[in-house]
């Protein structure tokens, strides 16, 4: 079940019903266990919200596939770090990372 703190998940034409992103502020700092809580709601990418950064997770299957990527990020380098990571942060690379992660999950790998 998540913890006490604020959520969202965004997502984007063409599919808005399909979150890319899931924004938390946590209470407490989050670990892979406490990201992979917020799972359900189908976004393959979690920003953890703190006070002084955000953190990039990738929502894994379980909280061993779960983990952080691009370190921390401070708040004042958040615009710069969004325009340097586009090519990799656009909606079609996120659809088509998650669309692969769910075929292998269909699949059995881990």
Known sequence: MPQAGKYVALSTYPC???PLLCVLQHLLPGDAQLITNYRA??????LEVREDCIIPWRVGLDAQTTNQFAG????????????????????????????????????GFH
């Open 72 to 107: 921390r990020i401070p708040l004042n380098a958040i615009e710069a770090t969004f325009k340097q990571r586009e090519p990799e942060w656009n909606p079609e690379t996120i659809l088509r990372r998650r669309t692969l992660v769910y075929r292998l999950a269909r699949s």
């Open 16 to 18: 808005h019903t399909t």
């Open 41 to 46: 709601l189908g976004a393959p990418l979690a």
